[in-house]
Structures are given as C-alpha cells and as structure tokens.
C-alpha cells in the first residue's frame, strides 16, 4: 500500500534563508508525487508534482522537488523564505494500481520570521 | 481557471442532526472527492466519484453518504451528526483518472456541539 510520511510537522525558518520540507514515501510502483500548499482559510493549491519525467521539478512561487528512487524521498526546497510562503505543505502520493489514488501525509506548517 | 465552490465556510450543528455540505465545480470535471483534514492526520478521503450517480467509498466512509445527481454537484451527507464528525471539510474536483491534479475548494469547517 502506499504511503507518505512527512518528518517534520512544524519548521520554522527566518525570511531569506532556505526552506526544505521532508517527505518519504512508500510505493509499490512508480509512483506520481505532488505537492500541495494551503493558505490560511483557503484550499489546497498544486505547487508541483512528479510523474516519472525529470526528477527535478519546478514549481510555482520558486519551489522544487527532486524524486529520488534510491531514498524514497521527494523533498521540497526553496533557496531564499518569503513571508508569503507562511502555511501547511502537504506531500501526495498516488499509483496507477490504486487508480490513481491520491495519499496524502500529515502536513508540515511552514513559519517564517522577519 | 477551474472553479471549486463550496456552499458553506462555517456550520455549526447539534449532535444527531442530519447535515449537506454542497460542493459544485464549473470545468465538467468527471471525478469529484470529499476529504476531511484533520491537525497532524492530513487529509482523509471519505467518498469519491467518477461519474454521475456512482460513489466509491475512500478511507473513512463511516457515518457518511453521498450524492451525486449532476455531473457539477457532489453532496456530503452526514446522517446523524457526531461530535468526532467536528473537522474541516474539503470538496475537490479533477479531470480524469490520469495522476492530474486536484483542484480544491475553500473548505467548510464543521463544528458539531
């Protein structure tokens, strides 16, 4: 079955300075991988997802991932936090054998300090 | 750009109430799904659809039905509300079964006294 694990739940991080949020998965086949990001009061929003193209993916707003098989991971960066990018991030993952499914993990709160 | 409405930001019900939450989205989407998001647990797929009258169970179908009469509205039916039913509720929509993306509602928070 799959799954996602999100390592950490809060990350705080000074405006400026690089963000990376965790996330391992557990998949049976190739799997697509997304990332989602909700605002306060707000819906999810796609930032990026991977379905077996390049494994370094761009995203909106200065994001990227990078799918790495050999670790199960599909962590995602950011070079330099804006105040804006304050919310809950959420890795997703989903299999063709699952019709597609979409598993998502726990979410990580994103803070950022001026 | 693709539009997920849902009919209510905030509800507040009494215990053994029977609850809607309506959703409706206006890009003819074939599949429309209901999640609950809960602090550290994510989100949770109670119901899904793929197409007009068909409903599928998710992970947490307990105590909840759905409905889907047209193509452009899928309801989430409490029967007898609960108070563990107090969460968010998230209504999204997505073209086909290919891995497309979700796009989401705003969320209606329910709280259930």
Redesign the interface.
Known sequence: AQSVTQLDSHVSVSEGTPVLLRCNYSSSYSPSLFWYVQHPNKGLQLLLKYTSAATLVKGINGFEAEFKKSETSFHLTKPSAHMSDAAEYFCVVSEIRTGNMLTFGGGTRLMVKP | DVK?TQSSRYLVKRTGEKVFLECVQDMDHENMFW?RQDP??????IY?SYDVKMKEKGDIPEGYSVSREKKERFSLILESASTNQTSMY?C?SSLD???T??H????TRLTVT
Do not use: I, M, Q, W
């Open positions: 997920v999640y550290g647990l994510g989100l949770r797929l899904f998230l999204a079964r290919s891995p993306p979700l989401f509602g705003n969320g």
